[in-house]
């Protein structure tokens, strides 16, 4: 008998066993279609075997084994495997987000920029990587080195000039590349510190070896510009970008060149990090607290702490980059289990902003700006610099309201409220994408005289046009940047000078340096500092500093003024302080007192359900089921309905799963599972399970 055992996309936590009597071991690893139901799937081979648990008369027989592609190679597998066994996913599931879609289909691109145009790669033998025809090979460690030496080059090499690095840069540099065995670095720097240069010479250093490098950024933060950069310092480099807005055919491509170790660099958010690299020699998570490095739907994996097993695997270093690393990572680094790399001075010579606090219980705001935020912006404007104006909420106003009767403008589907967007007239839910025309009166009581309540981007924008008719302004959120083309059109405009103005989410704060701005005003962000979320303040912090970095220049150090309601607030003078480890050490020492994560571990499973009452029944029976697994390492809380506890017309409950031990959680986990699968359960109800959940 020769049996294949198959890894499909199909929400089942099992493997297919197939009938294929050409197949041999060497065979794992290559896709392969299968006839399935009545139709037809494509997954990977990942064991080959001479007898099944099922009878063998039941079994079918493989379409076709597709040995065109190199074989997915034994640690790729082995990483698809450990994910889906963390995360308690099928691994088909696991494979199929792996796969770039062109191959998880079983086709391949049509033209390989790769000289060998046709026909089979041969795969790369495990541990061996293979010679390619990068220029970088070769070139003595030595000579690409040379620029880390903190001494201007005394001869007259010609080769592109480096920037000097300053002590605690090249302190930095000097441990990753001499360490060749598995090591987490958190490389902690502010905004300006020289991150990026540290990330460029590890990298240098890894390609005159030979090696592959592989450099995970969060999604906002991929722009041309970075891009850019690390093309300009590799120009001879083979470099595989890889994001969600990238075509089929050139992920598919990218994806190949990487797994044939013709690529030397892979640079890409998230999904980069399954990309398979025979010659792995480091890995790099820039702003490593992102949480976009954590999916938030369908397999919910974090890249980040995929990638430090990934570097455990292949025996090789990682280093976490962030100016404001999360708690997780830092505690790591505390505690000693990672190495620490500090950056605690700017490499270029900016002065850190100024942070100070507007106190706006003593002041009538004008339109919700205070005397000394509009004198602000009224100076650099006559000076002719840049002003960025933060505020964390899009639209008009986050509701519209009729002050007669107290209706509000709800979602009917979503447990929240329609915001509202006077530019084109409508309502819209941010969370199911519902639009109404915003009615002329107030559909339950007829008061013509609905409001707008509240303030978001688009009202600021209105409100700054009206008081400050000569300045440029310029609005930056998911609105008016909702594509890749006019995010970049919009940043063109911003380093162009060509805007006095920015009004700006979140977006705008990562990975911009913007040189002409010096005022950074802060607005409605008080609403973070009691958020029911225990991760909120944390958030926060990371923001406001990340914006606070974007301004400030060589002879101007930036100014930032944060409007609020509590000038005392230990996260507002920390940031007046520029203390993240102050806050950090605060955070931490609230989070082991209230034992949340980093000091335990948790799990969500939830629920959906047209009935709120199927959601929590199916989790009260699910809680049942798990109480004797549980043993005294687990402590299973009461099913509840989330804080938004209606989306998309369905309502949602959870299940908090929690254990001070890692392992046990997992076993826990493991056993919990299977039983799950086979709960009765409505057909309209769905449910996920969540480890190391960021949202509640
Ligand atoms: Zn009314
Ligand atoms: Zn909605």
Known sequence: ??????????????????????????????????????SSKTGVIVDWTASSDQPVEKLKA?????????????????????????????????MALALPPMLRRGKLPRVMRAKKSEGAVPAVPKGDCPETD????????????????????SDGLKTFSLPELLSAQHAAVGRIIATADFQTFLLHGVTGSGKTEVYLRSIAAVLAQGGQALMLVPEIALTPQLEGRVRARFPQARIVVANSSIGDATRARGFLEALNGQADIVLGTRLAIFIPLPCLRLIIVDEEHDASFKQQEGLRYSARDLAIWRAHQQGCPIVLGSATPSLETYHHARSGRYQLLELPQRAVAIAPPVVRTVDTRREKLQEGLSVALLAGLEQRLARGEQSL??????GYAPVL??????????????????????????????????????????P?????DVQPFGRGTQRLESTLAARLPQARILRIDRDSANTARKWQALLATIHAGEADILIGTQMLAKGHDFPLLTLVGVVGADAALFAADFRAPERLFAQ????????????????????????????YQALIDHDYARFAQSQLDERKTAGFPPFTYQALLRAESPAMVAATDFLTQARAQALPLAGSAVALYDPVPMRMHRLMALERAQLLVESDSRPALQNFLAQWMPQLYSLKKPRTLRWHLDVDPLEF
């Open 134 to 153: 990068s220029k970088l090979r070769g070139v003595p460690k030595g000579d690409l080195l040379r620029g880390v030496s903190p001494a201007p080059p």
């Open 62 to 94: 493989a379409t076709a084994i597709l040995r065109d592609m190199p074989r997915l190679p034994a640690d790729w597998l082995a990483m698809c495997e450990f994910c889906a066994r963390y995360y308690q996913a099928p691994l088909g599931e696991v």
């Open 444 to 448: 339950d009581c007829g008061n013509i």
């Open 389 to 394: 104006l933060f505020l964390n909420r899009r």
């Open 401 to 442: 309201a009729c002050p007669a009767c107290g209706w509000i403008s709800h979602c009917l589907r979503c447990a929240a409220n329609l915001v509202v967007h006077l530019a084109d007239k409508r309502l819209r839910c941010h969370h199911c994408g519902f639009e109404a025309v915003i009615p002329p009166a107030c």
């Open 544 to 571: 406001l500093m990340q914006v606070g970095g974007r301004s400030g220049r060589a002879e101007l150090p930036g100014e930032v003024l944060i409007q609020t309601e509590y000038p005392d607030h230990p996260l």
């Open 1 to 38: 008998m020769s049996i294949v055992r198959i890894a499909l996309d199909v929400p089942l936590p099992r493997l297919f066993d197939y009938l294929a009597p050409d197949a041999t071991a060497d065979d794992i690893g290559y896709r392969v279609s299968v006839p399935f139901g009545n």
